[in-house]
């Protein structure tokens, strides 16, 4: 079913608006885009548009296509279920769908992710009880999805599963605090060239990351081609006791890594 998703909208959407198009065309057919995704992901699922629970934070202009930064904001944060992020005219349009459990704080999530020519991108808020709604920002970049991960294949899978996790400073017990995970992982997208043999090296990317804190879950976060290489992720969670975080990871082919961190609780 994964496999027939992609390939779907690989045919239909990896195709970019006809040179001479104006501005209004553009947007037309950027929007019929969008509703042919959301009719993918979303079934006959309503997505309501809103400027309210959900706001993205994106270059105007991406500096790497490659390693673009997002920023997801959700003001009304106890509504919010899980949120998931596409980023329209890449071959895979969903980026990635992280549901929030109980010991997260659902304020507002960083990623970074591949970017392949000029795009809408959007963000899609589900409430629990169930409503969806999208908020939208265009980005200008290209050829992020076929940018090499490094000088071959072997270099880049150097290390991979490795974790770091960095805090926020005093970080206490019962009130929200941030962290950023950081996965060593070359996310390798299907459209790369190997510089080595000339050859396209096949996908490999974390598929799958679940963070929790003792039997809590902080967040599930599902992922595709469209994440940057080496993944990072910031979130917030509420600290709950001395149980350090735990984090497993694994990609589509079958790896799999896991990894607990202490949490620097303050002390005063």
């Not at 997002?70 to 992020?85: A, F, G, H, Q």
């Not at 082919?253 to 896991?258: N, P, S, V």
Request: hydrophobic share 40%; aromatic share 6%; with cysteine.
């Amino acid at each position: 079913m994964r496999r027939t998703f992609s390939t779907a909208l690989l045919t239909m959407f990896c195709v970019s608006s006809a040179p001479g198009v104006n501005a209004s065309e553009a947007d037309a057919e950027r929007e019929e885009r969008w509703q042919q995704i959301a009719d993918y992901i979303f079934d006959d699922r309503k997505v309501i548009p809103t400027e309210a629970l959900i706001s993205i934070d994106a270059p105007k202009r991406a500096q790497d296509a490659a390693l673009v930064p997002i920023t997801l904001r959700m003001p009304e944060k106890d509504k919010i279920k899980s949120v998931y992020l596409v980023i329209d005219e890449n071959p895979v349009p969903l980026a990635a769908h992280v549901t929030f459990g109980p010991a997260a704080d659902a304020g507002a999530l960083h990623l970074r992710v591949r970017v392949d020519t000029y795009t809408n991108i959007h963000a899609v808020a589900e409430t629990k009880d169930g409503k969806l709604f999208s908020n939208a920002a265009f980005v200008k970049a290209s050829g992020g999805c076929s940018a090499p991960s490094g000088p071959s294949d072997a270099e880049a899978m150097k290390g991979m599963g490795d974790m770091r996790m960095k805090f926020a400073e005093n970080v206490r017990q019962g009130t929200p605090s941030e962290a950023t995970l950081m996965i060593r992982h070359p996310n390798f997208s299907g459209m790369q060239m190997n510089q080595l043999t000339r050859l396209y090296t096949p996908p490999r990317y974390v598929e799958k990351v679940i963070v929790s804190q003792g039997d809590q879950t902080i967040l599930e976060v599902t992922g595709d081609i469209s994440l940057s290489t080496n993944p990072a992720l910031g979130f917030s969670f509420v600290p709950a006791g001395q149980a350090p975080i735990r984090v497993v990871a694994s990609d589509n082919k079958g790896g799999k890594w896991e990894q607990s961190f202490d949490v620097p609780l303050a002390t005063n």
